[in-house]
């Protein structure tokens, strides 16, 4: 069984930067593509950052250049690394693979001043 527990999120201000980690169970890192997914508040969940098996990226546009995503297969760990942080960013983050079955709990990040 898959465990996903996400981690780092907070309350920043615009243009500051968190680090979202998520911590996983199994060998989810090694056996799946992941990704980062967003879901803001009356919107749907969307992957905002993905990353393959083979350590290919890819994000939504709105999110390019200011987020990076990466995983630490040893630790089995993946993490996002969110930069010029917009107000439009806010929402609740969740790592999962890029089929995902079921959901964590995820971390809320919220943008404001």
């Known amino acids: 069984q898959v465990q996903l527990v996400e981690s780092g999120g907070g309350l920043v201000q615009p243009g500051g930067s968190l680090r979202l980690s998520c911590a996983a169970s199994?060998?989810?890192?090694?056996?799946?593509?992941m990704g980062w997914y967003r879901q803001a508040p009356g919107k749907q969940r969307e992957l905002v950052a993905g990353?393959?098996?083979?350590?290919?990226?890819d994000y939504v546009d709105s999110v390019k250049g200011r987020f990076t995503i990466s995983r630490n297969y040893a630790k089995n760990t993946m993490y996002l690394q969110m930069n010029s942080l917009k107000p439009e960013d806010t929402g609740v983050y969740y790592c999962?693979?890029?089929?995902?079955?079921?959901w964590g709990q995820g971390t809320q990040v919220t943008v404001s001043s």
């Open positions: 990353i393959s098996r083979s350590g290919s990226t």
């Open positions: 199994g060998s989810i890192f090694r056996s799946a593509d």
């Open positions: 999962n693979t890029q089929r995902p079955l079921y």
